[in-house]
DNA sequence: CGATCAATTGAGCCGTCTCAATTTGGGTGG
DNA sequence: CCACCCAAATTGAGACGGCTCAATTGATCG
């Protein structure tokens, strides 16, 4: 049952089983810490179990752009694969749990369920599909756009996990936020006073509540029109 | 050798010529036809031979965003391994040619040459880095420095190709530029004429010239500063 | 209960977009 | 071969969205 949180894509009982054997380290990251650096040797990815844990981008200037906010069943770490090394930075946003899958015994174990390549390869077209999501919110939306699409995506990963859809806190700053949507912290904050001006949602401080989920969707531009 | 082209990382010779194997069909692609289209179902990825081939979101309210110019030795179609379902159209922006790498022969062989998972595990991670690098360029940079960094990759690209780094023909318009960057046709073609009259380059129509590639460098923000 | 950091809000500026006109180039048919 | 046509690219003027700088308020935590 620990293993579907951390493999979670549709894994039949049997390979589950097996599956125990892959993970059997788990480590516990304090809020503020980090689970891999830029450089890093990559000797295995990680899924998470509990917690919340941004990943960033950081070139030789030293400029930052976070990639993603990863939630519980969610595995990070696939960036580093292409030379063993990482390419970003993991920080818990709070006390977060990962459970470690070791690529030698993903490699040792896939050899003998096929299954499991199969299904790690979802994994990682997963992690591309969301990417590329990604950069049509960059490319394509207007700041309302990003804002309302990004709220819509946390409710719906969030909702998935069993929590309530309408009603949840923001683990990251508004500063995190505007440097995932490419917005300033000021824009970020502007949007949500406005967006609760027009009684889409309530916010306070990191609380939101989404009033109107149809509009949001209608503002995101997922809707058709 | 055709397979170095279509799985071009670090294979061993050994295991190239197992791979024969894998790649049995080629598919043309005229200019402007669609290698597969949103909503097709993936039974393959590609690795193209020669040409260019743009990949493109599109939403339901129809916004399309262009996530990629893919040159020969890269691999497409990555995307549609999560529910075998390709996400993204694939174009072809001049007369092309990929090989077709079919899912259930990669599977087939990998059981027996196991390098083969762990080189497409890095071909998958090396996608991933390239959208969280658009991802990065979308979301930091101003519009001069998002060109300057577009033009440095692709030289850079095709000077791992064997041709030149400073002189090559743009094979996609102002218009689809701009898309991939997050800009406006006209911001492109301003630009470009700024470039040239500050004599970092040399641009007619869709032939470039790079004159100054250090100074294109530094103005991307790769370089420290 | 201060100290500090996060968030809000305002005013003004700058970069990019929009809309429009013009030029250039390539392709086609007379 | 030239004339025409259409698509692509260039360039300009003006509007607007998001950024910068700055001040203030509101949380959180020793």
Chains 1, 2 share one sequence.
């Not at 450089?39 to 990639?67: F, N």
Request: glycine share 8%.
């Amino acid at each position: 049952m620990l293993s579907e949180l951390c493999l979670p894509l549709g894994m039949v009982r049997n390979d589950v089983s097996k599956m125990d054997e892959l993970i059997k380290e788990r480590i516990r990251l304090p809020k503020g810490s980090a689970l891999f650096h830029l450089g890093d040797k990559t000797e295995a990815v990680y899924g998470i179990r509990l917690g919340t844990i941004k990943t960033q981008l950081e070139d030789a200037s030293g400029q930052v752009q976070i990639t993603g906010f990863l939630l519980p069943g969610e595995i990070l770490g696939m960036d580093g694969l292409l030379n063993n090394t990482h390419t970003s930075h993991a920080i818990a946003l709070e006390d977060s749990e990962v459970c470690v899958i070791r690529l030698e015994e993903l490699d040792r174990l896939s050899t003998h369920f096929p299954v499991l390549q199969q299904q790690f390869r979802r994994l990682m077209s997963k992690e591309i599909n969301r990417s590329h999501q990604l950069v049509m919110s960059l490319g394509a939306l207007r700041s309302e756009q990003r804002l309302a699409a990004f709220l819509l995506s946390l409710s719906n990963r969030l909702s998935a996990l069993g929590y309530s859809p309408n009603e949840f806190v923001l683990r990251m700053s508004r500063e995190e936020i505007g440097n995932y949507l490419g917005l300033t912290l000021e824009t970020v904050s502007r949007l949500f006073s406005r967006f609760a001006r027009e009684g889409l949602l309530h916010i306070h401080q990191r609380e939101v509540h989404i009033l109107d989920m149809q509009a949001l969707r209608q503002l995101s531009g997922s809707d058709c029109g």
